[in-house]
Structures are given as structure tokens and as C-alpha cells.
């Protein structure tokens, strides 16, 4: 099983193109990275950064599609997966302390290495 869930880690703003780095669900500009984790809690792949007005399912789509025999656990900003990818399952809030833990872990890694 992959879980699979986008991060958004805040930026400064841009000089330029501001209104695509704009992300209006956290209200700042920001990167967003998808990261796919199995069911061991291991990061299996992470998508280089987007600019934060980029929808999830959007970066999903640009990336190698999970092997169709594995499951596959997003949450509501992948619906439309199931064309995609047949064994997905759609969660309307996926509360995985690991994958929590993995993301604060991550965007600390990237404020550390801003400065």
C-alpha cells in the first residue's frame, strides 16, 4: 500500500509570478511536494516542488503512476485517481500519525536548510 499526500512549505514572496505561488488554501506563497509513503512508513518517492497554486491530483499526473496491483490511500484533493489508478482509496481526511510525523519532519528540514 502507498499513501499518498502533497505538503506545502511556505516561501517568501516571489519578486515575480506571485499569484502562482500563491496557495489560497494556506493563505500564503508557498512550494508543494508530493511525497508517497508505503505502508512500513518509509518514503518511497518524492515529486520535485511545485508552485503552491498547484492542485494535488495535478502533481499525482505528472508523476510515475503507482503499480496497479498496489493499493493506494489519498485524501480528497486526488478524486478522479480511480481513472487513473484503479485500487486507490479515496479518504476524506487521512489521519496517519507516521506520514504526519514524516511531513512536519520534512518542512523542518526545510526551513533548517533556508537559513
Known sequence: MLIIDATEQAIERPKK???????EKKKSHTIKTEIRVNDKGRIVQISKSYPGSVHDFKIFKQQEFPPSESKALVDSGYQG?????????????I??????????????LFVILRL
Not at 509570478?17 to 496557495?23: G, H, L, R
Not at 480511480?82 to 486507490?88: A, P, T, V
Request: glycine letters at 0%; aromatic letters at 8%.
Open 95 to 108: 489521519i496517519i500519525p507516521c506520514l504526519q510525523k514524516l511531513v512536519l519532519r520534512l518542512n523542518m
Open 17 to 23: 509570478k506571485q499569484k502562482t505561488y500563491y496557495s
Open 81 to 93: 485517481i480511480d481513472k487513473y489508478h484503479k485500487r486507490s482509496l479515496l479518504q476524506q481526511k
